[in-house]
């Protein structure tokens, strides 16, 4: 069995792009949550995981700077195939009703709707969290206050029970990023 690490948690759009590359493979795969590029490559680098996902760059945002830490770091660690996949951002609030003071999600997504998020709640602070569905999940569990919105897939706010409260909130409505399949050298 392949296994394949990727940055994020279930419902991520780093998910996605892995479940993605896995139809290209005839193996039977096992699909790794590991939160964030470093652990990815800790986990190639340790032979846990034979393959790794990472995002690498956003149309809006620009280069993932945690990848690119974290491959700069690690040279014996190198991207074997890319592919691009539509990026749709949703906004959501624990409960319908709730007073929003601040947004929790990646630092991409927050850079990919930077605008739009501006245009809802002039001033709002930001709040970089891992991954955008582990910004739901921890809005769902209470490690975010409830008076947070988060930017994560639909599937994630959906799976944590969480109030949609505006779809497709990317700045760019043809929004994509780039994933890379690494390998240890």
Request: net charge negative; charged share 25%; with cysteine.
């Given at each position: 069995m392949i296994r394949i690490g990727y940055m994020g948690i279930p419902f991520s759009n780093s998910e996605h792009a892995a479940e993605m590359m896995i139809q290209?493979?005839?193996?039977?795969?096992?699909?790794?949550?590991?939160?964030?590029?470093?652990?990815?490559?800790?986990?190639?680098?340790?032979?846990?995981?034979?393959?790794?996902?990472?995002?690498?760059?956003?149309?809006?945002?620009?280069?993932?700077?945690?990848?690119?830490?974290?491959?700069?770091?690690?040279?014996?660690v190198s991207s074997i195939t890319e592919i691009s996949i539509d990026i749709h951002h949703c906004m959501f609030i624990k409960r319908e009703g709730v007073e929003v003071n601040g947004v929790a999600s990646h630092i991409q997504a927050l850079g990919q709707t930077y605008n739009n998020v501006e245009r809802l709640f002039p001033g709002i602070s930001r709040i970089e969290v891992a991954d955008t569905a582990l910004a739901a999940e921890m809005l769902s569990d209470g490690?975010?206050?409830?008076?947070?919105?988060?930017?994560?897939?639909?599937?994630?706010?959906?799976?944590?029970?969480?109030?949609?409260?505006?779809?497709?909130?990317e700045d760019d409505p043809d929004n994509w990023t780039d994933f890379a399949l690494l390998k240890k050298d």
């Open positions: 290209r493979m005839d193996d039977e795969v096992e699909l790794v949550p590991l939160t964030d590029s470093e652990n990815v490559i800790r986990a190639l680098l340790n032979e846990e995981v034979d393959y790794g996902v990472v995002a690498v760059r956003n149309m809006v945002a620009g280069p993932v700077i945690e990848t690119e830490r974290a491959l700069d770091a690690n040279p014996s490690r975010l206050p409830e008076t947070t919105a988060v930017l994560c897939t639909k599937a994630a706010g959906i799976h944590y029970g969480l109030h949609l409260l505006e779809e497709n909130i």
